[in-house]
């Protein structure tokens, strides 16, 4: 490509990414979508402006060389743009995907202030996905074994990454997985048509292949202790990344009824229990012409209310008790969302849900005005007295946050949580109350997503090294 | 994946009732009276909670009892011996208190023995003395007999046609133990309807009475709510916060309820479909 001007590049226009028709794609679980082409990654790449000072890079919570790897694309060295990514991030394929890069990355870009900022989520997930279909690996450098052992508790993006790291570093590295499938929320929370489960899978393969040892069905706590590991199983550390997994309810009347479902449960049927294959063994309910709600205005909300028009449902609703400035959701979700026909209605929270003979019937609702900013900084939702009404649903899906899982900090009493549950953890190095014993993700913030997850386990995977490096002297 | 969880004995303890003992040398490790396992039969099976009857450390396995009342533990009750299963996850749930508390009382019906029978010998063996009622709809649906009385200082047996013991309803019989002998605390498992009877009755007599609930459950962990019960006025998940309550505060209507969820698609799935006396169909 000639070389183009700092002028040229800015002139430019953002490449759009090819989607499928929201007609079609409603009616199934493949992904919606379908990622550049070789050209149009070049092209997009070949728009970066190459700053001096990689701003974008402060945008990302695990520190890709963005830059580095965008001029790789630009170049037409895809292995090499994949061998840059790598060094910072075991999920690519995966964070491309579902990272809110608006907010980090491309939030940060340069070319953001005047027009668009560069695609650098979809070049990611390009730059990822070019590598798996040419099944080229990108040679991840092991350090000679150390001779330690580290036990990491959960599969999710935290214990990925904290995985990666240490295998890298020469450590030996067992995961432990409660469910039977590996990948936490990204196998049993995040949908198919936004993250397919073969891309997950790979992921976790080329980890495999650097010598992290998986196993599933482990829970740690009930059974096996954290004592155990560390005394027993011969481990030298432990990383804790259990995630934020025990579903808050809003605590209102009528939660018990049927219809009335945690966004974890309706999408864990769905996606880890296949339920939307007429013969999978486990259920959900049947939602065709059944009118449905999701509360809630995050990412997991919009998964919910997108899974329930691929089941068949009648028209589905989002209620959210802010605004539409206020809605926490990736923007290109609620894009897609509505292009498929998710309604929305924002200033709404329910009060109650009605049912007839043990089954939801409608949602009762107050309306809602916005008043200062709570902790959160956000315009604190207020009640507007007396203005309620109902809403016609079978089917309400609770998408309004998860709290820490407690099965392993109730059986570990000397692990130091906070009130809400959340382990405490020094911010620098993950260590926990416990030496020895690092957490991160959820686990220790209360929801938040992939790419802080992973970065939390970066930073453990550094202070377990440490750890163990001054355990040896 | 190698097959980690082999079949290694099967026995028929009544109709569509199996005994199974099972490699899962984790669990046998570690589980305790009044705790459970999800069992999932194949790779695309559904996930089963299952009460761990017993266990055996040193030989690596844990006695499950499965009664077939679904396409899924239709399931477990056609595996043999050397089969295996996909998974074995557990410990899963609070343990039982165990102290001395005095006599006991342990109340099961069907099925429930195989709960019934691990809390029976924990609180025998932390001093108590324990007076056992078993119930079922049949001689032939009552199970583990023998290993209560083994366990009891006496066993009362009921059957609704009266085929066996006495006839009638549990709650029959423990009206007589109530009655006759100070009872400190009372243990129930069985179906809905028994467990709430009981709670009625020993809430009048002021006996405290813990149950265990079997309620629908997908993940056991905490993670999906659908295991959720109202105690008190309160929702707990039984998967984590039980599965036994205060058998007092349980709201057992909404238990019943929200166990129905599934039964068309249950019946869709079976040709035919078995009222069962304790339903651990997971859904």
């Known amino acids: ?473 | 994946m190698e097959a980690r969880f082999t079949v290694r004995q099967v026995s028929s303890l009544g109709p569509d009732i199996h005994r199974i003992v099972i490699d899962a040398p984790r669990v046998a490790r570690h589980a305790r009276p009044g705790q459970f396992v999800i069992v999932r039969p194949t790779s695309d099976g559904e996930r089963i909670p299952l009460t761990v009857c017993e266990t055996d450390p040193a030989s690596g396995t844990i006695t499950l009892v499965v009664q077939g009342v679904g396409r899924s533990t239709d399931d477990l009750l056609s595996l043999g011996e050397h089969d295996h299963v996909a998974d074995v996850l557990g410990p899963l749930g609070l343990p039982t208190e165990v102290d001395r508390f005095g006599p006991c009382a342990i109340v099961a019906g069907g099925v429930g023995a195989a709960i019934a029978l691990p809390v029976a010998r924990a609180w025998k063996e932390a001093g108590n003395a324990i007076v056992g009622i078993l119930g079922a709809r049949s001689a032939s649906h009552l199970i583990l007999v023998d290993e209560l009385m083994a366990t009891c200082d006496e066993v009362h047996l009921m059957t609704e046609d009266g085929s066996t013991g006495g006839a009638g309803l549990v709650t029959d019989a423990l009206v007589t133990v109530l009655q006759e002998q100070s009872i400190a605390r009372v243990f129930v498992v069985g179906p809905i309807a028994m467990m709430r009877a009981v709670a009625d009755l020993t809430r009048s007599a002021g006996v405290p009475t813990v149950a265990s609930l079997n309620p629908l459950m997908v993940d056991g962990t905490g993670m999906c709510g659908g295991c959720r019960v109202t105690i008190g006025g309160q929702t707990r998940f039984a998967c984590v916060d039980g599965p036994e309550f205060d058998a007092h505060l349980v709201d057992f209507g909404a238990l019943a309820m929200r166990n129905t969820a599934y039964r068309t698609f249950e019946a869709c799935q079976r040709d035919l479909i078995k009222a069962a006396p304790h339903d651990e169909t997971a859904s």
């Open chain 1, 1 to 473: 490509m000639t070389e183009l001007s700092k002028r040229d590049r800015m002139r430019m226009e953002r490449t759009p990414v090819p989607l499928r028709d929201p007609v079609d794609r409603v009616k199934d679980f493949d992904e919606v979508s379908l990622g550049y082409a070789s050209g149009l990654a070049v092209l997009e790449a070949s728009r970066c402006l190459n700053c001096t000072r990689q701003v974008c890079v402060d945008g990302c919570p695990v520190g890709v060389r963005i830059g580095d790897f965008i001029q790789l694309v630009a170049d037409g060295d895809f292995p090499g743009a994949a061998a840059v990514i790598h060094e910072d991030n075991v999920l690519p394929s995966v964070c491309g995907r579902v990272c809110p890069q608006e907010v980090q990355c491309e939030g940060a870009c340069v070319l953001g202030k005047k027009g668009k900022p560069i695609a650098i989520g979809y070049l990611e997930r390009f730059v990822a996905d070019e590598e798996r279909r040419n099944a080229i690996s990108a040679s991840v450098v092991i350090a000679p074994p150390t001779g330690k052992r580290v036990a990491v508790i959960g599969s999710g993006p935290a214990g990925l990454s904290c995985a990666g790291d240490l295998v890298k570093l020469g450590h030996r590295v067992v995961v432990y997985e409660a469910l039977h499938e590996l990948g936490g929320v990204l196998a049993y929370g995040i949908p198919a048509f936004r993250l397919p489960k073969d891309i997950v899978r790979a992921e976790i393969g080329a980890l495999e292949r650097q010598g992290v040892e998986f196993e599933t069905d482990v829970l740690i706590g009930p059974g096996m202790t954290l004592r155990d590991l560390l005394a027993t199983e011969g481990f030298d550390a432990v990383f804790i990344g259990t995630g934020a997994g025990l579903p808050r309810f809003p605590g209102v009347p009528g939660e018990e009824l049927i219809g009335v479902y945690s966004a974890n449960e309706f999408l864990t049927r769905v996606n880890l229990m296949a339920a939307y294959d007429p013969d999978a063994r486990t259920p959900v309910y049947d939602l065709v012409g059944r009118p449905t709600v999701v509360i809630g205005g995050g990412n997991t909300a919009i998964d919910a209310a997108r899974t329930a028009l691929r089941l068949g449902a009648d028209r589905v609703t989002l209620l959210y008790r802010r605004s539409e400035t206020e809605l926490p959701a990736r923007h290109e979700e609620v894009e897609h969302a509505r292009e498929e026909g998710v309604h929305m209605r924002f200033l709404v929270s329910p009060i109650a849900f009605l049912g007839e003979e043990g089954w939801l019937r409608s949602v009762t609702v107050e309306r809602m005005m916005l008043g200062e900013p709570d902790a959160s900084g956000r315009a604190r939702p207020e009640p507007i007295p007396g203005a309620v009404e109902d809403i016609r649903a079978d089917v309400a899906i609770i998408a309004i946050g998860n709290a820490p899982n407690p099965v392993l900090t109730r059986a570990t009493p000397s692990l130091d949580t906070s009130g809400a549950g959340t382990i405490t953890v020094d911010l620098t190095t993950g260590e926990t109350s416990i030496p020895g014993v690092f957490a991160g993700g959820d686990i220790t913030t209360g929801g938040a997503t992939v790419i802080r997850a992973l970065g939390a386990g970066r930073r453990a995977a550094a202070g377990i090294d440490q750890w163990l490096a001054s355990q040896t002297s």
